[in-house]
Structure formats: C-alpha cells, structure tokens
C-alpha cells in the first residue's frame, strides 16, 4: 500500500507518487481516445445527421448531467468502503466498452445514447480518481500533482486530435464538412488507447490506506462545511455560463474554418494547455489555488467575449489557443482547492459533489447556450454570438465573488 509522500513542494516532478503516475497515464490514453471521437462528434450531428444546435446542446447537456449522480454516489461510496482505484477502474471499463457503438450510429438517437453510455462511465470514475490523487500527495504538492494529471489529460487529448486531424486531412483534405465514413474511422482507431487506459490504472495504481478513519454517515454533506459550500455557489454561476465546448467548434465553423483547420486549432490549444497545467500548479502550491482560479475566470472571460465578437475563422483560431490558458490555469486548481477545503476522510463525496453540481449544471447551460444561438420553436434566437456574450458576463461575475469571497486562513487558499 501506498502513503501520501512526505517531499518538499519544491521536488520535481519525477519524484509524485506512483499513483500520480498511475492515474495520469490512464489519462493521458483515455483522452487520446476521447478527443479524437467527442471533438468531431458535434460535426458528424450537424453534417452527417444534420441535427440543430438545441438538439445538439441538450445532447451534450444529458450526456453530462446523466453522470452525475453516479459522480456524487461514487465519491461517496469510495470515501464509505476506503478504496478508490477498482471503482475508478470500473468507470473507465464502462467507457471503454461504449466507444465501439458509436461505429454503429446512424441516428441522433443511437449517438445519444453511446455518449451517454460513456458519460456513466465518467460518472463513475471521476470523483474516486480525483480523491485517489489527492490522497497519494501532502497538500503542499497537491497543485504539482493536480497539475501534472492535467497535463497528461491535454497531452493526450493533442495526440488523439493529431491523429483524429491525419485521418481526416488523408480522408477528406480541406473539406469543411464532416464525412460519416471519415467518424467512422477515428472511432475505430480510438478503441486500443481505451483498453491501454484500463490497463494503466489496474496494474498501476494502489489504494491508500487512510490512518484513523472515522465512521461515515449515510451522507456527510454538512461535513463538508460552509467554506467548501460557498465555494460550490461561486463555481456553479460561473459554469451556468460554460456551455459545452461543441459550441466553440460549430462556431469556428460557422465562421468559415473546415474540418482539419478546427482540429488543428485544437491541436494548438490542447498544446498551451499541456504546457500551462503543471507550472500552473506547482504555482498555485506557492502563491494560492483561489488567485490562479481568479486569473483563469478573467481570461475565460475576455475570450468568450472575444468568440462572441469574432468576424473570421481565423479570429476564432487565435481566441481557442488562448482558450488553452484558462484551463491551464483553473481546472487542476479548481480540483486541487476541493481538497484543501475538506476533511481527508471526506474527499470523495466533495469531489463527487463538485462533480456532479457541475455536472448538472452542464444540462442547463448547454440548452441556454443552444437556445441563445437558434432559438425554440417559432422564435428564430439570437444569433451564434450571444451564448458567448452570456459566458463571458456570467464568468467576469464569478471571478469577482471569487475576489470578494474571504475563507479561512491556509497557505493553499490564500490570495
């Protein structure tokens, strides 16, 4: 069994744990094989089935919310039996057994489905994961750790997009719609990252072993207490304006750029993402996870902002690159700050709760996001650029909560 290492927060990165490895490995695979299928995935809906924008969101908003509550039961139910790894691994299996059908999809319905299937997968694995990581490390290298899987996560995502952007430039070269035979090929490919993802974590990782554990009510949230709480209500304002990032491809190419143009943008932004997350993180282990969060918020907010008034695909290039900071900034900070705010024993039922309150709000926001562009029934909405314009006020009011927002003195939190 494996303690949480007792290193100084200035060791590099080599000496994490091995279960930081572990898991970020699993990552590093599965996102190789999810990003080469869920980027196009909004594409082959709208080219190749021809499916709206509102249909499109609340595809993309189920498939979110669907996993939940398995997010919020399986946090809870690691924290309750004390292992994390074979739930986790149970997760990434059940994703791993979906990918094939979506070779078989020809209909809304069918693609639904299959991103659903996956999404339980996710629902599952997601919150005995992240407590996973979060016990193999002192909170003092929490960021370091957070941001290192990150990282992994982006580096395979532009490996999965670089193959997913050769098989359609071979397939289709400049064309600025999607082929279903073209789809149809990237799903098979993406099937052996998933099965090396399972692997990684099944005969790379250990649990740990948690000293003096106390008894675990049937539901802790009180537990989680009021910082973690208010926490929770500034994250969720901000992310009632994240609708699903399909929305930024189906932008770019309503603003003219083809298929391999927006899967060399995301190439491009998954590479900034990749080399922002771990310096990110060990910063935020030195001068505080609530500041870095606040800087990322800000930048969020400026380039929707910038999507919403973009004129050109090219606009739209430059803007998603950019896009790379924010997530390199805040998602493995706001992780890692889940951690500094919560009981130990309690960890996994907080990040199934963050999980699966984000995971909710995906629904709503992604339905707003695909009403605002192309409206509901008879009315016709307002136009491709004002989801864009919502998530950029919604984010600008978040970060200032965020500044406002005063917790309890801890070196990890401090602004």
């Keep these: 069994m494996e303690q949480a290492a007792k290193r100084p927060a200035d060791e590099g990165l080599r000496s994490l744990p091995r ?4 898991v970020s490995a699993t990552s590093f695979f599965m996102d190789i094989s999810s990003e080469m299928v869920i980027n196009i995935l909004p594409l082959f809906l709208s080219n190749a089935l021809g499916v709206k924008t509102n249909l499109i969101g609340l595809i993309e908003g189920v498939a979110e919310s669907t996993s939940s509550l398995l997010k919020l039961f399986s946090g809870w139910l690691s924290d309750r039996l004390g292992g994390r790894k074979w739930i986790a691994v149970a997760g990434y299996s059940i994703s791993m057994l979906a990918k094939p059908f979506f070779y078989f ?9 299959v991103r659903w299937a996956d999404r339980v997968g996710k629902g599952i694995r997601t919150a005995p994961r992240d407590a996973l990581v979060a016990d193999s490390v002192e909170e003092s290298r929490r960021g370091a750790a957070f941001g290192f899987q990150r990282a992994a996560d982006t580096a395979g995502a532009m490996l999965g997009l670089l193959i997913a952007l050769l ?23 993406s099937i052996i990252p998933a099965v090396l993802a399972v692997a990684a974590l099944a005969f790379g990782a250990r649990d740990v072993p948690r000293q003096g554990q106390r008894a675990m009510p049937k539901f802790a949230f009180r537990a989680l207490g009021k910082r973690f709480m208010v926490f929770m209500l500034i994250v969720s304002i901000f992310d009632l304006g994240n ?13 003219g750029l083809s298929v391999t143009g927006i899967l060399a943008m995301l190439v491009v932004f998954n590479l900034i993402y990749t080399l922002v997350s771990a310096p990110a993180g060990k910063l935020s282990d030195r001068i505080g996870r609530r500041r870095l969060i606040i800087y990322g918020w800000v930048v969020y907010a400026l380039i929707y902002l910038g999507f919403s008034a973009a004129q050109s695909g090219w606009q739209i290039f430059g803007l998603y690159v950019m896009y790379g900071l924010y997530y390199g900034l805040a998602y493995g900070s706001s992780k890692a700050i889940v951690a500094d ?12 709760t963050y999980n699966a309150v984000l995971g909710i709000l995906d629904l709503p926001a992604s339905l707003i996001a695909g009403i605002l562009w192309q409206g509901l029934g008879s009315w016709a909405g307002f136009g491709p650029s004002a989801p864009f314009l919502f998530g950029g006020v919604l984010a600008l009011v978040a970060a200032v909560m965020m500044a406002v927002w005063k917790p309890e003195a801890q ?3 401090s602004a």
């Design 341 to 352: 705010l919560v009981p130990a024993e309690l960890r996994g039922t907080a990040y199934g």
């Design 105 to 113: 999809a020809n209909t809304w319905g069918m693609v639904a489905g």
């Design 167 to 189: 098989v359609v430039w071979m397939a289709q070269s400049n064309s600025v719609s999607l082929g279903a035979s073209t789809f149809r090929t990237v799903v098979l490919i």
């Design 411 to 413: 070196k990890s939190l």
């Design 19 to 22: 279960n930081v490895w572990a």
């Design 243 to 255: 609708s699903s990032d399909a929305f930024l491809v189906l932008r770019a190419q309503e603003r």
